[in-house]
C-alpha cells in the first residue's frame, strides 16, 4: 500500500512540483528573461540553458505550457518509470545546448523546448520498442498532439521554433538511446517452443534416393 502510494506521489507530484516552480518564478519575476533567458552563442548566456525553460513571457505563453509539460511527465514516469528521469534530464539539457549553438540570435524562453522532446519521445518510444502498450502509447500522442508539427516549421515571428525543432530530435535521440531498457511488462517472453527439436512432415532425405532405393528400403524395412 504504501509503495503504490509513493508511486501516485511520484507520477504526479513531481510534474505538479514543476509546474507550481514555473508559476511562482512567473509570478514573483525571480528569472528576468533579459538575464537568464538563453542567447545563442553569447558565453555571458550560457547559463540560460538551464534557466530559459523557467521563464515565460506571460501568462498565456506560461498557461500553454503547463498543461502538456504536466500531462506528459506523469505519462513517462507513469508508463517508462525506469528511464523517466534520465529521459527528461537529456531533453531539457541537450534541447538546450543545441539551441545555444545553432539557434538564431535571439532571446529563446519558455518550456516549450522540453514539450516537444517529451511529446517526441513518447511518440518515438512506440515505434523503436515496438511492443503493444508502446505503439498504443505513441498513437494517442499523435492524436492528442499532431498539431504541434506545425510549431517546427522556420521562420514564424516571435516564437522559438529552434526550440521545438531541436526539442523534438532530441527527444528521438533520447527514446532509441534508452529503448533497451525493458519496463515492467516489456520483458520478452521465452517461447516454450525454441528449444524444441523440428518437426518434419517428411523424411529428410526425401530427394536423395531414387524410387528402386526406396522399394528397397520398404523391403529391407527401414524406415
Not at 499532431?146 to 529552434?162: K, M, V
Amino acid at each position: 500500500m504504501n509503495s503504490t502510494v509513493d508511486s501516485i506521489k511520484k507520477i504526479f507530484g513531481i510534474p505538479a512540483l514543476v509546474v507550481l516552480t514555473l508559476w511562482v518564478i512567473h509570478i514573483f519575476k525571480l528569472l528576468p528573461a533579459y538575464k537568464y533567458g538563453l542567447q545563442p552563442r553569447v558565453w555571458d548566456a550560457i547559463t540560460g540553458i538551464f534557466t530559459s525553460p523557467l521563464i515565460h513571457s506571460g501568462y498565456e505563453h506560461l498557461s500553454s505550457n503547463s498543461v502538456p509539460l504536466f500531462v506528459l511527465m506523469s505519462m513517462i514516469l507513469f508508463f517508462y518509470r525506469r528511464v523517466a528521469i534520465p529521459s527528461i534530464i537529456i531533453i531539457y539539457l541537450f534541447t538546450g545546448i543545441a539551441v545555444w549553438l545553432f539557434a538564431r540570435p535571439a532571446n529563446h524562453i519558455g518550456a516549450s523546448g522540453v514539450v516537444y522532446g517529451l511529446v517526441s519521445f513518447m511518440f518515438w518510444s512506440g515505434l523503436f520498442r515496438r511492443n503493444m502498450r508502446s505503439i498504443v502509447l505513441a498513437l494517442v500522442i499523435l492524436i492528442m498532439y499532431s498539431g504541434y508539427f506545425h510549431g517546427i516549421l522556420p521562420n514564424q515571428e516571435g516564437i522559438s521554433w529552434e526550440s521545438h525543432l531541436f526539442g523534438a530530435i532530441v527527444g528521438i535521440f533520447a527514446a532509441y538511446l534508452l529503448k533497451g531498457v525493458k519496463e515492467e511488462g516489456e520483458e520478452e517472453e521465452e517461447h516454450v517452443w525454441e528449444d524444441e527439436e523440428p518437426r518434419y512432415f517428411f523424411p529428410r532425405d526425401l530427394f536423395e534416393k531414387t524410387l528402386e532405393e526406396r522399394e528397397m528400403d520398404k523391403l529391407l524395412g527401414d524406415d
